[in-house]
């Protein structure tokens, strides 16, 4: 071997390992900085740490955990969903307002499936259509929010059933019930994306939407499937949210969408599409749950809360354009 060639081998070798370094920083930091910040709340209140906070708080963080979960899977395609919060509050009162006249159980799968509806539309429309992803779900996050308010003629539905109320306030031994379909939610994605022709499919037409095309990816039937997926989800969170609320309210889920996305975000999912992970959205979903949870220990006024979350918003979508172009480079 020459020693030219030497010298090349050892220089791509010496600029290989920053950047696997770089990468096993990308996947990890959202972890990294979720362990920090839970330390630094634990030294800043002594509540924080208790068992009861930390159930409630994840309790708390389940419904945009299960958000943010969908929201990763339209995300990594390259789109973009900002109906879900109106989701939330349509499925929510619409599984409430069954459960005057179905079983439970009933009601709940057809405030669920309300969702999924909601989410094929905007999945038909962005992909048959070829409209721009924003402006369809922006479009639905409106009329979505107007069906919840002619569904409730504006005031809240009561809930009473137990049943439902047990899926946003009851337990299972020690644990609240929203954090076990939040981890169900999460598994069953995992194989989802890991495992399966579909999930790699989404990846494809995230990283390439022409090229997938090209090579015999059904790309519409692919993604309405993926915004049927967000909406599903977002139903899911809506129903637990009526159970911890004990009504359907057609105004709440404002702002979750952006909580979502923030979250999907934070995890290492690139907004362009093509590249992220499901548990990343998870630790991004926590890293929220965290920051509102502890600023509300330490008796952050509300106002300022909204600010700060507001950064982390805009610092996420930064910190993802620097990971694209460095991706480029």
């Given at each position: 071997?020459?020693?030219?060639?030497?010298?090349?081998?050892?220089?791509?070798?010496?600029?290989?390992?920053?950047?696997?370094?770089?990468?096993?920083?990308?996947?990890?930091?959202?972890?990294?900085?979720?362990?920090?910040?839970?330390?630094?709340?634990?030294?800043?209140?002594?509540?924080?740490?208790?068992?009861?906070?930390?159930?409630?708080?994840?309790?708390?963080?389940?419904?945009?955990?299960?958000?943010?979960?969908?929201?990763?899977?339209?995300?990594?395609?390259?789109?973009?969903?900002?109906?879900?919060?109106?989701?939330?509050?349509?499925?929510?009162?619409?599984?409430?307002?069954?459960?005057?006249?179905?079983?439970?159980?009933?009601?709940?799968?057809?405030?669920?499936?309300?969702?999924?509806?909601?989410?094929?539309?905007n999945g038909f429309l962005t992909a048959k259509s070829r409209l721009p992803a924003?402006?369809?779900?922006?479009?639905?996050?409106?009329?979505?929010?107007?069906?919840?308010?002619?569904?409730?003629?504006?005031?809240?539905?009561?809930?009473?059933?137990?049943?439902?109320?047990?899926?946003?306030?009851?337990?299972?031994?020690?644990?609240?019930?929203?954090?076990?379909?939040?981890?169900?939610?999460?598994?069953?994605?995992?194989?989802?994306?890991?495992?399966?022709?579909?999930?790699?499919?989404?990846?494809?037409?995230?990283?390439?939407?022409?090229?997938a095309h090209l090579t015999g990816i059904k790309v519409v039937p692919r993604m309405?499937?993926?915004?049927?997926?967000?909406?599903?989800?977002?139903?899911?969170?809506?129903?637990?949210?009526?159970?911890?609320?004990?009504?359907?309210?057609?105004?709440?889920?404002?702002?979750?969408?952006?909580?979502?996305?923030?979250?999907?975000?934070?995890?290492?999912?690139?907004?362009?599409?093509?590249?992220?992970?499901?548990?990343?959205?998870?630790?991004?979903?926590?890293?929220?749950?965290?920051?509102?949870?502890?600023?509300?220990?330490?008796?952050?006024?509300?106002?300022?809360?909204?600010?700060?979350?507001?950064?982390?918003?805009?610092?996420?979508?930064?910190?993802?354009?620097?990971?694209?172009?460095?991706?480029?480079?």
């Open positions: 071997m020459s020693a030219n060639s030497t010298s090349i081998e050892s220089a791509a070798g010496k600029r290989s390992s920053p950047l696997r370094l770089s990468g096993m920083l990308d996947k990890m930091g959202i972890f990294v900085v979720v362990i920090f910040i839970c330390v630094l709340f634990a030294v800043l209140d002594e509540n924080f740490l208790t068992w009861s906070n930390m159930m409630n708080m994840t309790r708390q963080t389940a419904i945009n955990a299960i958000l943010a979960a969908g929201m990763t899977f339209v995300i990594l395609t390259g789109g973009i969903d900002l109906s879900v919060g109106a989701i939330v509050a349509l499925s929510g009162v619409t599984g409430v307002y069954f459960t005057q006249y179905l079983p439970a159980p009933a009601a709940i799968l057809i405030g669920i499936a309300v969702g999924g509806v909601a989410g094929y539309i924003i402006i369809v779900t922006l479009g639905s996050m409106t009329y979505l929010r107007g069906i919840a308010y002619v569904v409730t003629g504006g005031y809240p539905l009561i809930l009473t059933n137990s049943t439902f109320k047990n899926l946003g306030q009851g337990y299972l031994g020690p644990v609240p019930i929203p954090i076990i379909i939040m981890i169900l939610v999460y598994a069953v994605f995992f194989v989802v994306l890991k495992y399966t022709v579909f999930g790699r499919n989404v990846y494809m037409i995230g990283g390439n939407p022409e090229a309405t499937g993926v915004y049927t997926i967000s909406g599903i989800c977002a139903g899911i969170a809506g129903i637990i949210l009526a159970g911890r609320l004990l009504s359907g309210q057609p105004n709440v889920g404002s702002g979750y969408e952006l909580d979502a996305i923030a979250a999907v975000v934070l995890g290492g999912t690139s907004l362009s599409g093509g590249v992220g992970t499901i548990f990343g959205s998870l630790f991004g979903a926590l890293f929220m749950g965290v920051l509102s949870n502890g600023l509300t220990l330490l008796s952050v006024p509300y106002y300022w809360q909204l600010i700060i979350k507001g950064i982390v918003i805009v610092m996420a979508i930064y910190v993802d354009r620097l990971r694209q172009k460095n991706a480029r480079t």
